[in-house]
Antibody, heavy 115, light 110 residues
Framework: EVQVVESGGGLVQPGGSLRLSCAGS????????MHWVRQAPGKGLVWVSR??????TLAESVKGRFTISRDSAKNTLYLQMSSLRVEDTAVYYC??????????WGQGTVVTVSS | QSALTQPPSASGSPGQSVTISCSGT?????????VSWYQQHPDKTPKVIIS???KRPSGVPDRFSGSKSGNTASLTVSGLQAEDEADYYC??????????FGGGTKLTVL
């Protein structure tokens, strides 16, 4: 069974940090770009970050605050989030890329930034 | 990076066809054949239904089709069915390893 499972979400105060993880089961990440996409409550999808074999990019809204990384040996993706803001509150999805499309989605992990 | 522009809502009766537009610029939609479309039912994970402008992944009904003209992409749902009622999002590669989504369209089957 193909599974992409995110973890690490939770409630954090503004200015705090969280590290999200995403593990693949029955699906390999190694030859694919991987992304984080988020969705604020009642809002649309927003692309956050992408990592390939050797390069990574971040949306302007999270540059300087978020870092994406991967451990190919563990088939795992990470998103280190710091200086969190209320507007970062969202469900964060880990997604495998195929042909520049978001092919395989995890169930998401909820991040709530609130005092 | 500005979001792609989609109409907030669309509707049609069962059996009818409906088309949802997705407007961008020459830096995203118009510049690459990497437009994709996603269907999201309430409280569910998004699902890709069109990739590379007009390619349907395995298992997606051929009632769903995609096209592009200039800086605007379109998703057409033919033979509307009740289960097609959902939110639909377009996305495009925007160069330099950046991506952008549209704001989403809520499709109602009357």
């Amino acid at each position: 069974e193909v599974q992409v499972v995110e973890s690490g979400g939770g409630l954090v105060q503004p200015g705090g940090s969280l590290r999200l993880s995403c593990a693949g089961s029955g699906v390999t990440f190694i030859n694919h770009s991987m992304h984080w996409v988020r969705q604020a409550p009642g809002k649309g999808l927003v692309w956050v970050s992408r990592i390939g074999r050797a390069t990574s990019t971040l949306a302007e809204s999270v540059k300087g605050r978020f870092t994406i990384s991967r451990d190919s040996a563990k088939n795992t993706l990470y998103l280190q989030m710091s200086s969190l803001r209320v507007e970062d509150t969202a469900v964060y999805y880990c997604v495998r890329d195929t042909a520049y499309a978001f092919e395989i989605w995890g169930q998401g992990t909820v991040v709530t930034v609130s005092s | 990076q500005s979001a792609l522009t989609q109409p907030p809502s669309a509707s049609g009766s069962p059996g009818q066809s409906v088309t949802i537009s997705c407007s961008g610029t020459s830096s995203d939609v118009g510049g690459y054949n990497y437009v994709s479309w996603y269907q999201q039912h309430p409280d569910k994970t998004p699902k890709v239904i069109i990739s590379e402008v007009n390619k349907r992944p395995s298992g997606v009904p051929d009632r769903f089709s995609g096209s592009k003209s200039g800086n605007t992409a379109s998703l057409t749902v033919s033979g509307l069915q009740a289960e097609d009622e959902a939110d639909y999002y377009c996305s495009s590669y925007a160069g330099n390893n950046n991506w952008v989504f549209g704001g989403g369209t809520k499709l109602t089957v009357l």
